[in-house]
């Protein structure tokens, strides 16, 4: 079957499809689960007492078990790691959060190894290019590296999650870009920005938004009244 005919609900109104990641994505066909490929192939998830199935990131992605508990599922329909969890994040540089024991939230590896022990209120992924991710701990931010350790950024008063290796940081009422060193990569000279996306970031600069790459080059002057993020179309 052609991997369109999803896209055009040839299964009807009983269809539900994810985005795909890496080459594949859940197809939801009534109460069954699929895993697909770019070329249609289907591969039926194995456990029977899956109830819902989220999208893959690095070739895993959450399930909800018959105990409302999270897990893994594998781009080969297995439960790859079994649901025991609470809830749970999505893979991003082969670490995910979980909630666990006692409502805290840690870190696990594919393996469903615990690699950051739990001690969060909240946690975001981790952005594969940086290494780090946010997390709120006692009632404050921190930034948190893959070995565990926290810091924080002393020039702004709060605290944004790093996306494509870089991190909105705020400055003087204006706002720039930091790095996983927390240095000033791009200086705070904005009135407002977006988040890094596929390489590059909307900026707001005298009441218009235009686009910039990562090294602070202007790619599109700032004229617009709005701008999302971009996109990269492959056109084969």
Not at 50 to 66: N, R, S, Y
Not at 112 to 136: H, K, Q, T
Request: net charge negative; aromatic share 14%; hydrophobic share 40%.
């Amino acid at each position: 079957m052609d991997a369109l005919d999803y896209r055009f609900g040839s299964y009807g109104p009983d269809l539900y499809l994810t985005d795909f990641n890496g080459g594949f994505a859940i197809a939801e066909i009534g109460s069954n689960f699929f895993v697909i490929d770019t070329e249609g192939n289907e591969t039926p998830v194995n456990d029977p007492t899956i109830k819902a199935v989220k999208h893959f990131t690095e070739g895993l992605a959450p399930c909800k078990g018959k105990r409302n508990n999270w897990g893994y599922i594998n781009t080969n329909g297995e439960v790859a790691i079994s649901p025991q969890f609470s809830s749970v994040g999505y893979f991003s540089g082969g670490l995910a959060w979980v909630r666990g024991d006692g409502d805290k939230i840690g870190y696990i590896d594919k393996e469903g190894n615990w690699v950051v022990p739990p001690r969060f209120i909240i946690a975001y992924d981790f952005d594969a290019e940086s290494g780090i991710a946010l997390v709120m701990m006692d009632d404050r931010n921190y930034y948190l590296s893959k070995s565990g350790n926290l810091s924080i950024f002393k020039q702004t008063s709060k605290l944004y999650p790093f996306s494509n290796g870089l991190a909105i940081a705020k400055w003087n009422e204006k706002i720039g870009f930091i790095n996983n060193k927390m240095e000033w990569v791009i200086p705070a000279k904005y009135d407002a920005a977006r988040p890094f996306y596929n390489g590059f970031a909307a900026v707001k600069y005298d009441s218009r938004w235009g686009i910039i790459d990562k090294e602070g080059n202007v790619v599109l002057e700032p004229t617009f009244m709005d701008i999302r993020d971009v996109e990269i179309i492959d056109s084969e």
